[in-house]
T-cell receptor, first 115, second 113 residues
Framework: GAGVSQSPSNKVTEKGKDVELRCDPI?????LYWYRQSLGQGLEFLIY????????KSGLPSDRFSAERTGGSVSTLTIQRTQQEDSAVYLC?????????????FGPGTRLLVL | AQSVTQLDSQVPVFEEAPVELRCNYS??????LFWYVQYPNQGLQLLLK??????LVESINGFEAEFNKSQTSFHLRKPSVHISDTAEYFC???????????FGAGTRLAVHP
């Protein structure tokens, strides 16, 4: 079946602009995760959704970052007033029910470059 | 807080040689351990995971990892590597009851002919 998909695959924006990144999880997966992969920080957790609720937002780096999930499916990560340090690959993952031992399946990522 | 240390940022090796990629994690009451692989220009894929039971876990492409609770380690090994194993390998941990993967910094495995 189809895996996790993300769009756009690449995004170039100017400092100060807002961007929206989209994630389509594997059909039927109730848990959805956002991570960020950057040269300086490695792979870091941003936020976890169970259904449409986000019980863990502990990894969001600032209030410029927000995310929502609708219909228990698609999720959007929004970065407002982008800064150069936001440049990174943003990865989305999903798992069946969100249990700790489940495999998280990753999408190909969105490469964000802030000029 | 949980942390994962991958001791080698890069490991160069010749084809058909054995390899070990080291991973240590900070101790916790219960953890689940994962190795993910990222091939060039591709997304992260699960290679293998340890949940419970036998401390030795294997992947379908010949990699294996051993959970060592006393040394808090989960090293990844392969007795004979191929060119196609060239990739970045990430060790990750989840504490029981939580959902977020904590990743190590990654080890870049470069297999040379």
């Amino acid at each position: 079946g189809a895996g996790v998909s993300q769009s756009p695959s690449n995004k170039v924006t100017e400092k100060g602009k807002d961007v929206e990144l989209r994630c389509d999880p594997i059909s039927g997966h109730t848990a959805l995760y956002w991570y960020r992969q950057s040269l300086g920080q490695g792979l870091e957790f941003l936020i976890y959704f169970q259904g449409n609720s986000a019980p863990d937002k502990s990894g969001l780096p600032s209030d410029r970052f927000s995310a929502e999930r609708t219909g228990g499916s698609v999720s959007t990560l929004t970065i407002q007033r982008t800064q150069q340090e936001d440049s990174a690959v943003y990865l989305c993952a999903s798992s069946l029910e969100g249990a700790s031992q489940e495999t998280q399946y990753f999408g190909p990522g969105t490469r964000l470059l802030v000029l | 807080a949980q942390s994962v240390t991958q001791l080698d940022s890069q490991v160069p090796v010749f084809e058909e040689a054995p390899v070990e990629l080291r991973c240590n994690y900070s101790s916790s009451v219960s953890v689940y351990l994962f190795w993910y692989v990222q091939y060039p220009n591709q997304g992260l894929q699960l290679l293998l995971k340890y949940l419970s039971g036998s401390t030795l876990v294997e992947s379908i492409n010949g990699f294996e990892a051993e959970f060592n609770k006393s040394q808090t380690s989960f090293h990844l090994r392969k007795p004979s590597v191929h060119i196609s194993d060239t990739a970045e390998y990430f060790c990750a941990v989840i504490s029981g009851g939580y959902n977020k993967l904590i990743f190590g910094a990654g080890t870049r495995l470069a297999v040379h002919p």
